[in-house]
């Protein structure tokens, strides 16, 4: 039988380290393991206060969007503009870390580390070949337990059901991983395939950039994982760049494996990198990049040691930072949302209430509406609405998607604003300018100033259905 070779040894060629001396390749399988106390400082695992009670909050929360925004968000088809719904999975689920990057960078390997699973029954494997071929969501668990994608789909208590729109190929390629480990408790990773510049995306069997485009837009920080011997910026990265855009406050750039080079030799890599990524990274200032080697064995002793322990604590607070600032991120992105949705909704009603008017008797309604898709200007539908209502010209979403929009939603299935009233319901629009000027700031001072909010009824303010696995049996 063939012996195989030790985990360490293909660890150290995964990382690429430095060559060794005769001398010292006899040591190789005793390398010495870092230590992990700064870690566990900076990220609070060894702190035995119990966890917040987030529960009343994200209750409030609930309450605000089903009550007040979905209404609008239904009635106008949001979801068919922007392609993103969202469910109570997601507005209550933990903050997710999500990596991205070329094959064989060290993803795997940095979440093993970050996580101490290296030697465990639950790492995840690694090797320096392309090796993660499935998206991976690694998640809290009572036990060690393996989920199918489609299982993860079917159980609306997560924040995956979404994600069935992708297809069963794509299902077949996402996997979750349940650990009991205390950081899990209050973060959620997301490891990826390797980006390969050399294969055409398609190939996959699924849409891998639109699924890239789902997790980043429900991430609440982004690691972007390069190593020295992978710095070239290929036309896949450029696009995974360009679905980047407008997040950059969640995105760190990480140089991976940087004691596997000398200093001379590392200046020159990273200045590399800093010219690679330049043009893909629309921000007046130079973008972070936080440099280290994330993986169980000591830096290599001819190294900046110091310099590296400075850099990964430093992205150890911003973790930590994503975590502690939980609920504060979750009531701004719903508001991001409801903004969104209450523009989408008076475009639409402007879009309607120029058809109504330039339609006559004898007119030909396809011929009307067509002239005002292509060209919205001449009517005034965008500048009407920064005239008339408190909407920056900087969030009104591209004219081209509505022409797809009303493609496949006529306008005469819409409704006028003023018509989506009720006596007893009152105004769609008034209840969602309700909750962007007062309910969910309101709700995000009384976090701040240690308020808990008081729980409402589902029964009475319709919270949504309560989460159910269509998979386990009753």
């Given at each position: 039988?063939?012996?195989?070779?030790?985990?360490?040894?293909?660890?150290?060629?995964?990382?690429?380290?430095?060559?060794?001396?005769?001398?010292?390749?006899?040591?190789?399988?005793?390398?010495?393991?870092?230590?992990?106390?700064?870690?566990?400082?900076?990220?609070?695992?060894?702190?035995?206060?119990?966890?917040?009670?987030?529960?009343?909050?994200?209750?409030?929360?609930?309450?605000?969007?089903?009550?007040?925004?979905?209404?609008?968000?239904?009635?106008?088809?949001?979801?068919?503009?922007?392609?993103?719904?969202?469910?109570?999975?997601?507005?209550?689920?933990?903050?997710?870390?999500?990596?991205?990057?070329?094959?064989?960078?060290?993803?795997?390997?940095?979440?093993?580390?970050?996580?101490?699973?290296?030697?465990?029954?639950?790492?995840?494997?690694?090797?320096?070949?392309?090796?993660?071929?499935?998206?991976?969501?690694?998640?809290?668990?009572?036990?060690?337990?393996?989920?199918?994608?489609?299982?993860?789909?079917?159980?609306?208590?997560?924040?995956?059901?979404?994600?069935?729109?992708?297809?069963?190929?794509?299902?077949?390629?996402?996997?979750?991983?349940?650990?009991?480990?205390?950081?899990?408790?209050?973060?959620?990773?997301?490891?990826?395939?390797?980006?390969?510049?050399?294969?055409?995306?398609?190939?996959?069997?699924?849409?891998?950039?639109?699924?890239?485009?789902?997790?980043?837009d429900r991430a609440d920080l982004i690691f972007v994982v390069f190593d020295p011997t992978k710095l070239d910026v290929g036309l896949e990265l450029e696009m995974l760049f360009r679905q980047l855009k407008g997040r950059e406050s969640q995105i760190r750039i990480i140089l991976n494996k940087a004691d596997s080079l000398a200093t001379q030799e590392l200046m020159r890599v990273y200045g590399a990198l800093f010219w690679s990524l330049a043009p893909l990274i629309n921000v007046t200032e130079p973008p972070r990049v936080y440099v280290s080697s994330f993986w169980p064995p000591e830096y290599h002793p001819e190294t900046h040691k110091d310099l590296f322990l400075k850099e990964e604590i430093s992205l150890l607070e911003d973790l930590n930072q994503v975590i502690e600032n939980r609920l504060e991120n979750k009531i701004a992105f719903i508001r991001q949302h409801a903004i969104r949705v209450r523009i989408h909704a008076l475009l639409v009603d402007r879009y309607l209430q120029t058809y109504k008017d330039k339609m006559t008797f004898f007119s030909d309604g396809e011929l009307v509406f067509k002239d005002i898709v292509e060209d919205p200007d001449k009517f005034y539908i965008f500048k009407s609405i920064l005239a008339k209502t408190n909407v920056s010209k900087f969030d009104l979403p591209n004219r081209e998607a509505y022409k797809d929009f009303f493609g496949i939603n006529p306008i005469s299935s819409f409704k006028l604003l003023a018509q989506q009233c009720s006596y007893m319901g009152g105004c769609y629009l008034e209840k969602i300018e309700r909750a962007i000027t007062h309910e969910l700031p309101d709700l995000l001072g009384s976090i701040g100033l240690g308020k808990k909010p008081s729980v409402l009824s589902c029964d009475t303010t319709g919270c949504g259905e309560t989460p159910r696995n269509r998979y386990r049996k009753p």
């Open positions: 039988t063939r012996q195989q070779p030790s985990s360490c040894c293909c660890c150290t060629c995964l990382m690429g380290c430095f060559p060794f001396s005769p001398e010292e390749t006899e040591d190789v399988g005793e390398t010495a393991k870092r230590d992990r106390s700064h870690i566990e400082s900076t990220l609070k695992l060894g702190e035995a206060k119990p966890a917040d009670d987030y529960s009343a909050t994200l209750q409030r929360l609930r309450k605000i969007y089903h009550s007040s925004i979905k209404p609008l968000e239904q009635s106008y088809r949001y979801n068919e503009l922007r392609q993103h719904e969202i469910t109570d999975g997601e507005i209550t689920s933990k903050p997710m870390v999500l990596f991205l990057g070329p094959w064989s960078v060290g993803k795997s390997t940095m979440i093993n580390y970050l996580l101490g699973l290296d030697d465990t029954p639950y790492q995840l494997y690694t090797g320096a070949e392309p090796t993660t071929s499935e998206f991976t969501v690694i998640m809290h668990g009572p036990k060690l337990k393996t989920i199918e994608g489609i299982v993860m789909a079917a159980d609306s208590a997560r924040s995956f059901s979404p994600l069935e729109k992708f297809g069963q190929n794509f299902l077949e390629k996402l996997i979750g991983i349940e650990v009991p480990h205390k950081l899990l408790e209050r973060v959620t990773f997301v490891d990826t395939p390797g980006i390969i510049e050399n294969r055409k995306q398609q190939e996959r069997g699924y849409p891998f950039n639109d699924v890239c485009q789902w997790f980043i």
